[in-house]
């Protein structure tokens, strides 16, 4: 009998159908599978399916995207507005057109101080305008005047056991906050749609100004006595922030204010922007909105990168000791590799150079912290990873991003608990998706809803 050559897609198709009978012929043995076990059997047929459609039809269009789009987390799809921050892959970061080097010398200071003040970015976030020092320190107060937190929200976090993870606890406080929403009220009372951004605002301007004291609450719950200083009407936000963390250096509150302005915003389409935008979407009020933003950020390969970072570093510092040899320190990336592991702080989704919020954290460092160790191996690990990543073939980007450095920063200071950093991620991109969803609110935009499609209407759109 004479075999017809079969495409590989179709073998992969037949494949599925085979598994498809024999559960039906498994089925009269003596123990039926379990739901578990029969998707055990499958999930190596679609996996193959999957494969074979990308590799036979990846690069067609199907509708206005490519195939390798759909499956390939829509990277570099063109589908949502946000003005306040643009990702170039080549030069990274611009707020409103501003590159960090240009934030960090338009935006206002704290007196004495060299870093931009958050407040100033948010300023510029929202209306593309510089503001004066005076509009920046009205901000501060006016937070300051927010920023108390209802006490059933204090009690939520005191209840959590303090092995909860910090960002799980930082989503609960937020979500709660729900509570107060004055879009939420305005909504059940009917407001019109061109009034929406208004209790928008003021939810948005409330989520920002409570985050110190809920941030603070968590990190002395955790890892402290659970007893919390007031805020400092007079005091910036990144003060207030480092007061109520226990930090009275004054570096340390330079290093907030750097931190959270660079963490912002990342343009629209990164997990955690993106997923405050698109909650948002629905109506969920901001806090509803952003608490889903920071269960995003909760992720490994968003923000939870910056404490995997130093836990790596750590642990690599354990193997091959301090001072080590650059060959130790290549040897020990490649087990990373061969382990299955990402390096934790290295590539990007768009990025194709090393992240100016890198550069600058590395800047700071080399001013404030030069000698610290884990900030060398820090900068030794920049000088071998690029390299190996290039020859492990695999990572688009080979370069340092935002978590690679931020983690080394913070411990110099003494904020040494890893578990905690994506909080502070979470407190400074609190900033970004709030300047966007009072923007999405004013601008009327609607609810999100892309369509999806099954692997079967690619295969039909493509039969011979
Ligand atoms: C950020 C990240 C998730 C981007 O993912 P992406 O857009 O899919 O990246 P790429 O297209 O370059 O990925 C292609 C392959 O290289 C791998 N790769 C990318 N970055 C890598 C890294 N730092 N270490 C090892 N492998 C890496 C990917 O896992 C992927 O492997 P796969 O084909 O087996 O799935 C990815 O670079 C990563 O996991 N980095 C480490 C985590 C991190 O630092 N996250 C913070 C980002 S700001």
Same mark, same amino acid.
């Given at each position: 009998?004479?075999?017809r050559?079969? &495409?590989p897609?179709?073998?992969?198709?037949?494949?599925?159908?085979?598994?498809?009978?024999?559960?039906? $012929?498994?089925s009269?043995?003596?123990?039926?599978?379990?739901?578990?076990?029969?998707?055990?059997?499958?999930?190596?047929?679609?996996?193959e399916?999957?494969?074979?459609?990308?590799?036979?039809?990846?690069?067609?269009?199907?509708?206005?995207?490519?195939?390798?789009?759909?499956?390939?987390?829509m990277?570099?799809?063109?589908?949502?507005?946000?003005?306040?921050?643009?990702?170039?892959?080549?030069e990274?970061?611009?707020f409103?057109?501003?590159?960090?080097?240009?934030?960090?010398e338009?935006?206002?200071?704290?007196?004495?101080?060299?870093?931009?003040?958050?407040?100033?970015?948010?300023?510029?976030?929202?209306?593309g305008?510089?503001?004066?020092?005076?509009?920046?320190?009205?901000?501060?107060?006016?937070?300051?005047?927010?920023a108390?937190?209802?006490e $059933?929200?204090e009690?939520?976090l005191?209840?959590?056991?303090p092995?909860?993870?910090?960002?799980?606890?930082f989503?609960?406080?937020?979500?709660?906050?729900n509570?107060?929403?004055?879009?939420?009220?305005?909504?059940?009372?009917?407001?019109?749609?061109?009034d929406?951004?208004?209790s928008?605002?003021?939810?948005?301007?409330?989520?920002?100004?409570?985050?110190?004291?809920?941030?603070g609450?968590?990190?002395?719950n955790?890892?402290?006595?659970?007893?919390?200083?007031?805020?400092?009407?007079?005091k910036?936000?990144?003060?207030?922030?480092?007061?109520?963390?226990?930090?009275? #250096?004054?570096?340390? +509150?330079?290093?907030?204010?750097?931190?959270?302005?660079?963490?912002?915003?990342?343009?629209?389409?990164?997990?955690?922007?993106?997923?405050? %935008?698109? +909650?948002?979407s629905?109506?969920?009020?901001? $806090?509803?909105?952003?608490g889903?933003?920071?269960?995003?950020?909760a992720?490994?390969?968003?923000g939870?990168?910056?404490?995997?970072v130093l836990i790596w570093?750590?642990?690599?510092?354990?193997?091959?000791?301090? #001072?080590?040899?650059?060959?130790?320190? %290549?040897? /020990?990336?490649?087990?990373?590799?061969?382990?299955?592991q +990402?390096?934790?702080?290295y590539?990007?989704? +768009?990025?194709?150079?090393?992240?100016?919020r890198?550069?600058?954290?590395?800047?700071?460092?080399?001013?404030?912290?030069? #000698?610290d160790?884990? $900030?060398k191996?820090?900068?030794?690990? /920049? &000088?071998?990873?690029?390299?190996?990543?290039?020859?492990?073939?695999k990572?688009?980007?080979?370069?340092? #991003?935002?978590?690679?450095?931020?983690?080394?920063?913070?411990?110099? /200071?003494?904020l040494t608990?890893?578990?905690?950093y994506?909080v502070?991620?979470?407190?400074?991109?609190?900033?970004?998706?709030?300047?966007?969803?009072?923007?999405?609110?004013?601008l009327?935009a609607?609810?999100?809803?892309?369509k999806?499609?099954?692997?079967?209407?690619i295969?039909?759109?493509?039969?011979?």
């Amino acid at each position: 009998m004479a075999f017809r050559a079969q &495409s590989p897609l179709l073998s992969a198709l037949r494949s599925a159908q085979l598994a498809r009978a024999s559960v039906r $012929f498994a089925s009269t043995g003596a123990k039926p599978l379990t739901l578990k076990e029969r998707l055990a059997e499958l999930i190596p047929t679609e996996i193959e399916k999957v494969k074979q459609i990308r590799a036979e039809h990846g690069k067609k269009s199907f509708g206005p995207v490519l195939v390798d789009q759909l499956y390939g987390g829509m990277r570099g799809l063109p589908a949502l507005i946000w003005d306040g921050s643009v990702l170039d892959a080549e030069e990274g970061i611009r707020f409103r057109g501003k590159s960090i080097p240009e934030c960090q010398e338009l935006l206002p200071k704290a007196p004495g101080g060299s870093e931009p003040l958050p407040e100033g970015l948010f300023w510029l976030l929202l209306t593309g305008e510089i503001p004066t020092q005076e509009q920046v320190k009205e901000l501060s107060r006016e937070w300051a005047a927010r920023a108390a937190v209802p006490e $059933f929200v204090e009690e939520i976090l005191d209840r959590c056991p303090p092995t909860l993870h910090p960002m799980s606890q930082f989503s609960l406080a937020v979500t709660a906050l729900n509570h107060d929403s004055a879009f939420a009220k305005a909504y059940q009372e009917g407001i019109s749609k061109k009034d929406y951004w208004q209790s928008t605002f003021e939810d948005s301007m409330d989520l920002i100004a409570k985050l110190p004291n809920i941030a603070g609450t968590i990190y002395r719950n955790v890892f402290g006595d659970g007893k919390l200083p007031p805020i400092d009407p007079e005091k910036d936000y990144s003060h207030n922030l480092a007061t109520l963390l226990g930090f009275d #250096n004054e570096a340390f +509150v330079e290093l907030l204010r750097l931190y959270i302005t660079i963490h912002s915003d990342h343009e629209g389409g990164n997990v955690s922007a993106h997923t405050g %935008k698109l +909650v948002g979407s629905a109506l969920s009020d901001p $806090f509803l909105a952003f608490g889903a933003s920071l269960n995003g950020l909760a992720g490994p390969l968003h923000g939870l990168a910056n404490q995997e970072v130093l836990i790596w570093l750590r642990k690599m510092q354990a193997k091959i000791g301090e #001072n080590a040899s650059d060959e130790a320190v %290549k040897e /020990y990336v490649w087990s990373t590799l061969k382990a299955g592991q +990402v390096v934790p702080g290295y590539g990007h989704a +768009v990025l194709r150079k090393t992240d100016p919020r890198y550069t600058a954290q590395r800047e700071f460092a080399l001013k404030h912290m030069g #000698n610290d160790p884990l $900030f060398k191996l820090v900068a030794q690990v /920049y &000088s071998v990873v690029p390299d190996i990543l290039l020859e492990a073939g695999k990572a688009k980007n080979p370069w340092p #991003n935002v978590d690679a450095h931020s983690g080394v920063l913070l411990s110099h /200071y003494g904020l040494t608990q890893m578990q905690f950093y994506t909080v502070l991620f979470g407190v400074s991109r609190a900033f970004g998706v709030a300047a966007q969803l009072i923007w999405d609110r004013a601008l009327g935009a609607p609810l999100e809803r892309p369509k999806s499609y099954s692997s079967d209407a690619i295969h039909k759109m493509f039969k011979q």
